[in-house]
C-alpha cells in the first residue's frame, strides 16, 4: 500500500476526486492526533466545500470521525431508544416539552446537547436556568435514568470523548469559511448523534430567515443526506422541514423559553410549539415502535409528570422560580393594524444581543435575558399597544438589541395567509 499523506489527499479533492475509504480513514485519525496540521485540514475542508462529497465518501466520513472518539450502546436498555436532532432556530425550546412526553410514551430518549453558540440558543443554556440542574451526566448514570419508567429521559453534555475529530474540526470550519458545505454539516451532525447510540432519530431541519439553511432546496438536500447517513449506520431517521421565518412560540431566551415549556406540558402554550412538539413525538414514537397517543400523554399530565422526574434526576428543582432579569423595555405598535411580519433572524439577534447567547464559547448567558414576544403574525395590533418586552441584566444591551429589531417587525392592513409549520417529510 502507498503511504498516505495530506497534500496528495488536499491534492486529489482539490481536483474533484474521489477520496478512498483509507484516505478517508487517515486524514481524520491523523488530524484527530495532531499529524495532520490545522491548515492541512482547513485546506481540505475549503475543498470538499466545492468539489462535495459523495455518499459513499460521506458515509466513511462520518464512521471516521464517529471512530474518533467512543460510541455508546443503549441496546441493553428494557425500552427502544429515541433522540431528535434540530438544526437550530429561534425560540426552539422544543426538546424541553418533547424529551418528557416520548419518555411518557414509553421510549427512552438520550440526548447529548450542546450549548448556543450566535443566534439560536442551546438547550443546556435553557435547562441551566432550572435552580440546581446540573448538564454533566455520568454515563452510568445516564443509563439508570433511561431506564427508569418514571424518568427514561436525560438531556446533558456530550463528554469530550464524543466524536473529538469533530469537535476540532467543527471548531476550524467555523473560523475558515467552511461550515456551509451539506456533506460537512450532515456527517458533523450525524457523527455526533450515531456516537450518543440511539437506536431511531427524528431530525428537525429548520428552512427560513432564521435558519442555518435559508431555502427549502438546500434543506431537503441535507435531510436527505442525514437520513441516509442515518440508514448507512443503522439507526432508523425521519426528517422534518419546519419553517423558521418567525420565531418558534412567544418567548427567546433562556428563562423565558423554559417557563413557556412548562406551559405547554400543563396542557396549555402557544399553538406552533404544542404542533411541532406533537408532530416530532409522534415520528420518534412511531420509530421506536411503541404505542401511544402523544396528545393524550401530554394532555392527561403523564408528560409533565416526567419532565418534573427529569429535572430531578438532574439535581434541579422543578418548583424554584425561574431567573427574571433586572431590566425590562417595551417595543410599542407604531400603527394600527396586522402584524406581517416577525423576522426571527432579527429577534435571535435582539435576544443574543441582550444576554441570552454567548459571542464565544466558554462565555456565560443570562438566565432571564431574551425577547417576549406579545403579537405574532396574524396578530391585530393597536398603535402604542406593546409588541415585544426585552429582558437583560444589563441595559447597555437595550440599544444594540433594537438595533437588530429595526426591521424586523412589520405591520400592514391586511393579514397574511396563515404560514405552515411543517413543509415536508423526508425518509
Ligand atoms: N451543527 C453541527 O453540529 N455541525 C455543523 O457542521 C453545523 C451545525
Redesign the pocket.
Known amino acids: 500500500m502507498t503511504a498516505l499523506d495530506a497534500v496528495s489527499i488536499i491534492r486529489a479533492k482539490r481536483d474533484g476526486g474521489e477520496l478512498s475509504d483509507a484516505q478517508i480513514d487517515w486524514v481524520v485519525d491523523a488530524f484527530t492526533r495532531g499529524a495532520v496540521a490545522d491548515e492541512q485540514m482547513a485546506a481540505l475542508a475549503m475543498a470538499v466545500v466545492w468539489r462535495g462529497m459523495s455518499r459513499r465518501e460521506t458515509a466513511r466520513w462520518t464512521a471516521a470521525m464517529i471512530a474518533s472518539g467512543r460510541r455508546m450502546d443503549f441496546t441493553d436498555l428494557p425500552r427502544p431508544t429515541v433522540d431528535k436532532h434540530s ?2 432556530g429561534v425560540g426552539d425550546k422544543i426538546t424541553l416539552p418533547l424529551a418528557p412526553l416520548v419518555a411518557a410514551c414509553g421510549a427512552a430518549v438520550p440526548q447529548l446537547s ?1 450549548r448556543g453558540l450566535g443566534h439560536t440558543g442551546g438547550t443546556l443554556d435553557k435547562l441551566e436556568s432550572l435552580a440546581g440542574w446540573r448538564a454533566d451526566v455520568p454515563v452510568d448514570r445516564m443509563r439508570e435514568i433511561l431506564a427508569d419508567p418514571a424518568i427514561g429521559a436525560v438531556v446533558c453534555a456530550a463528554g469530550a470523548d464524543l466524536a473529538p475529530a ?1 469537535k476540532r474540526l ?1 471548531a476550524l ?1 467555523d473560523v475558515t469559511g467552511t ?1 456551509e ?1 451539506i456533506p ?6 450525524m457523527s ?1 448523534k450515531i456516537a450518543e447510540g440511539t437506536a431511531a432519530l427524528v431530525l428537525d431541519v429548520k428552512v427560513g430567515a432564521g435558519a ?1 439553511m435559508k431555502d427549502a432546496a438546500a434543506a431537503r438536500e441535507l435531510a436527505a443526506a442525514m437520513v441516509d447517513l442515518g440508514a448507512d449506520a443503522g439507526v432508523r431517521t425521519v426528517a422534518l422541514l419546519t419553517a423558521m421565518d418567525t420565531p418558534l412560540g412567544r418567548t427567546a431566551g433562556n428563562a423565558l423559553e423554559v417557563a413557556e415549556s412548562v406551559e405547554v406540558l400543563a396542557g396549555g402554550g402557544p399553538a406552533d410549539v404544542v404542533e411541532l412538539t406533537l408532530a416530532l413525538a409522534r415520528e420518534m414514537v412511531a420509530l421506536a415502535g411503541v404505542d401511544a397517543d402523544p396528545a393524550r400523554v401530554l394532555a392527561d399530565g403523564r408528560a409533565m409528570d416526567h419532565w418534573r422526574a427529569m429535572v430531578r434526576a438532574q439535581g434541579g428543582d422543578p418548583d424554584a422560580p425561574l431567573p427574571r432579569a433586572e431590566h425590562t423595555e417595551i417595543v410599542r405598535a407604531s400603527a394600527d393594524g396586522v402584524v406581517t411580519r416577525l423576522d426571527a433572524m432579527g429577534v435571535g439577534l435582539a435576544a443574543w444581543r441582550l444576554g441570552a447567547g454567548r459571542a464565544r464559547q466558554g462565555d456565560p448567558v443570562q438566565a432571564g435575558a431574551g425577547v417576549e414576544m406579545h403579537a405574532k403574525p396574524g396578530d391585530p395590533v393597536r398603535a402604542g399597544e406593546p409588541l415585544l418586552t426585552l429582558h437583560t441584566d444589563t441595559p447597555g444591551a437595550f440599544a444594540p438589541a433594537l438595533a437588530a429589531l429595526e426591521d424586523a417587525v412589520e405591520i400592514g392592513a391586511v393579514a397574511p395567509p396563515p404560514a405552515p409549520l411543517i413543509l415536508d417529510r423526508i425518509g
Open positions: 438544526t437550530g450542546g469533530d467543527y470550519r461550515v458545505s460537512l454539516i450532515a456527517s458533523s451532525i455526533k442555518f
